[in-house]
T-cell receptor, first 116, second 109 residues
């Protein structure tokens, strides 16, 4: 148990719809990063939030957006869903953008999104 | 794009044997991490090795890093059925990690 919780665990959407995924970070962690993991691939960095501001973004289009709240929980929003958005979405929290002394990210169990 | 590339893609061994997994990367790094993932669930951090370190141990895990060859290896000694999982190497800074495609390890009882 990492203390990072994600919801929902599974969801099914159709093309063109919008989805919101939620993440509660581990207590004391102020940095949340989101990753997309397609089947059979490694996770790909989407973006990171630090103290409620976006702090870096991977190669994802603007229809992927996020928020971080004062309690450091976070949301990932995806608009105009495409079939290729089907993936496991992982949230990871850390003590700081540097990952603290160990550089360790603490991952949630993920939200599995299927787009039909 | 994937920075790290793990090798082999899949590995099947008998319980009690050692498992060696390799990772190559393309650009200069400050550190390299290894993570484990059970059955498409969340990733669990195993170990981090810094660029000025050549070898690091944690329990049954041994990680080496060769910055001249841009490669790392993860050795799991005396493997157990519970070690069955996917293993990923990751590089990057400030929690923005780039992962390889992973190695699927199966440990037969």
């Amino acid at each position: 148990e990492t203390g990072v919780t994600q919801s929902p665990t599974h969801l099914i959407k159709t093309r063109g719809q919008q989805v919101t995924l939620r993440c509660s970070s581990q207590s004391g962690h102020n940095t949340v990063s989101w990753y997309q993991q397609a089947l059979g691939q490694g996770p790909q960095f989407i973006f990171q939030y630090y103290r409620e501001e976006e702090n870096g973004r991977g190669n994802f289009p603007p229809r992927f957006s996020g928020l971080q709240f004062p309690n450091y929980s976070s949301e990932l929003n995806v608009n105009a869903l495409e079939l290729d958005d089907s993936a496991l979405y992982l949230c990871a929290s850390s003590l700081a953008p540097s990952g603290g002394n160990t550089g360790e990210l603490f991952f949630g169990e993920g939200s599995r999104l299927t787009v039909l | 794009s994937q920075q790290g590339e793990e090798d082999p893609q899949a590995l099947s061994i008998q319980e009690g044997e050692n498992a060696t997994m390799n990772c190559s990367y393309k650009t200069s790094i400050n550190n390299l991490q290894w993570y484990r993932q059970n059955s498409g669930r969340g990733l669990v951090h195993l170990i981090l090795i810094r660029s000025n370190e050549r070898e690091k141990h944690s329990g049954r895990l041994r990680v080496t890093l060769d910055t001249s060859k841009k490669s790392s290896s993860l050795l799991i000694t005396a493997s157990r059925a519970a070690d069955t999982a996917s293993y990923f190497c990751a590089t990057g800074a400030n929690s923005k990690l780039t992962f390889g495609k992973g190695i699927t390890l199966s440990v037969r009882p």
